[in-house]
């Protein structure tokens, strides 16, 4: 299996090496040349088994031999014994035919840590077969940025930089980044938003002479290895709940579409999902595409869900190539057209293709403190407002026919203000992160400007040409 750019213009590269890229140097993203197929026979196989043993399955099927069994094995058995529920990612229901699938018992509380503390692991593995070193870099509006450092901590092969909005994210988001005693972590403050740091994580991609000079990899869901990790919770939600003789649909509180677009991949491999929904907060740029077929971005509004403030969707590219039938010219001239004035509009067929998969909703902050009040009354279940997000938009979206699972994506006490102040309930931190506001705090101020950045980087990286 080779992987090939949504933009058609980079070399298609094995697991490994776009594993490293990151980013495809013609600025595209990407993804299996073709997608993996499970018949129901082999979704039936998954029945009864661990978390572990599916993440084996379903990630194998993408690693295709470049990575020894046993290797990849022993990896995700180390991923996810830093996982505090035994079931890695529990499913808890919340009404008749409505689940919640619980993906932050990791060590940052937040879905991310299930596919970082794995992209940590499968690079340190690669680095250390050709004895190579790199820089890693992200962007994040929260929760990337504590799960990519806490997985890469201490690391030997890499040093990793994390470009966050300054005072853009939660105190909790805030101090897992900032705390970190390692002499790999570098956290940087930028003065602007979500947009801006990824704005210029991905010019960093896209400055050959820079890359190349710091050895440059990324942790963001442009990288591929992220997504192939965040596709088994879908296997391991819907088999417990029947398929591959139910169909199940998913709910997912989105941002930079890597989440909902490995879901999207579940059903590409076979997986009989239903409804895919994308749940979107105020900043409802994917909802409103999926309505006008124009996508325009608008001024980030700082909401209650934050790491959801994002007007440019990643993701959303892979997507594009998809629906445009895998042709990289029409995904060209759309993310040209993004470039040039913030907008572009999706032709017809397209826009036909991408509504027969995924149907959209929207949640007003005053609707997200309302159901994080309702569901706490009526199930005694709390709720993040990212998740409480995706909870509103799954109930105005489920069918009987098909149970509904909303993805539980941050725990509560990452955001406890507006937690609080929905539903009056404090949610403290657990055990081992009590003391994190007590922590001393270590980071950099930076400008929105790439050359202040990537000065920064080649100073303090290791990994030099
Ligand atoms: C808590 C939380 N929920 C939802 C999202 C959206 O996920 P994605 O960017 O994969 O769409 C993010 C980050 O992006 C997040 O941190
Ligand atoms: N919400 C994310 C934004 C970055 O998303 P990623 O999945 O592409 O890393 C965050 O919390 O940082």
Redesign the pocket.
């Known amino acids: 299996m080779d992987y090939i750019s949504t933009r058609g213009d980079a070399p298609a590269l094995g697991f490994r090496d776009a594993l490293l890229a990151g980013l495809a140097r013609d600025g595209g993203l990407y993804l299996p040349r073709e997608w993996p197929v499970f018949t129901k026979k082999d979704i039936r196989g998954l029945r009864g088994k661990s978390y572990q043993e599916v993440a084996f399955a379903v990630m194998t099927r993408f690693v295709d031999g470049e990575i020894p069994d046993a290797a990849l094995k022993a990896m995700i058995d180390e991923a996810y014994a830093t996982f505090r529920h035994p079931a890695v990612v529990p499913l808890v229901q919340v009404g008749p035919n409505d689940f919640v699938l619980e993906l932050f018992h990791g060590t940052t509380l937040?879905?991310?840590d299930v596919a970082m503390q794995m992209l940590a692991r499968l690079m340190d593995y690669v680095l250390a077969e050709r004895g190579e070193r790199a820089t890693i870099v992200g962007a994040t509006?929260?929760?990337?940025g504590g799960a990519a450092i806490d997985a890469f901590a201490g690391r030997e092969r890499t040093d990793i930089f994390i470009l966050f909005p300054h005072g853009k994210v939660s105190p909790v988001q805030q101090r897992q980044m900032t705390t970190s005693t390692h002499k790999n972590v570098h956290a940087l403050a930028v003065k602007g938003n979500f947009d801006d740091c990824q704005d210029l994580v991905k010019a960093m991609f896209n400055d050959v002479a820079f890359r190349e000079s710091v050895k440059l990899s990324g942790v963001n869901?442009i990288n591929w290895g992220r997504i192939m990790a965040?596709v088994v919770y879908y296997f391991t939600a819907a088999v417990s709940l029947g398929s591959p003789d139910r169909k199940i649909s998913f709910t997912?509180?989105?941002?930079?579409?890597?989440?909902?677009?490995a879901g999207y991949v579940a059903k590409r491999m076979g997986l009989p999902i239903d409804r895919l929904v994308i749940a979107t907060n105020d900043n409802d740029i994917l909802a409103r595409t999926l309505k006008t077929g124009r996508y325009e971005m608008k001024p980030v509004i700082a909401t209650t869900?934050p790491?959801?403030d994002?007007q440019i969707?990643s993701?959303f590219e892979r997507l594009l190539f998809e629906a445009y039938g895998r042709e990289p010219a029409a995904v060209r001239s759309a993310m040209s057209g993004l470039r040039q004035s913030g907008a572009f509009e999706i032709q017809p067929e397209a826009l036909k293709a991408i509504r027969r998969e995924f149907r959209a909703g929207r949640a007003t902050q005053k609707q997200v403190a309302q159901t994080i009040r309702a569901t706490l009354a009526e199930t005694g279940y709390l709720l993040?407002p990212?998740?409480a997000t995706g909870v509103f938009v799954a109930a105005k979206n489920a069918r009987t026919a098909s149970p509904m699972v909303t993805?539980a994506?941050?725990h509560p006490a990452?955001f406890p203000a507006s937690v609080e102040s929905a539903c009056g309930i404090h949610p403290s931190l657990p055990s081992w992160l009590a003391d994190l506001m007590n922590r001393e705090e270590r980071y950099d101020l930076l400008e929105p400007e790439l050359k202040a950045v990537e000065t920064f980087i080649h100073q303090h990286a290791r990994a030099k040409a």
């Open positions: 937040a879905f991310k509006s929260g929760d990337t869901s965040q997912v509180p989105t941002g930079n579409f890597g989440d909902i677009f869900s790491s959801m994002i969707s993701n993040d990212h998740t993805l994506t941050a990452k």
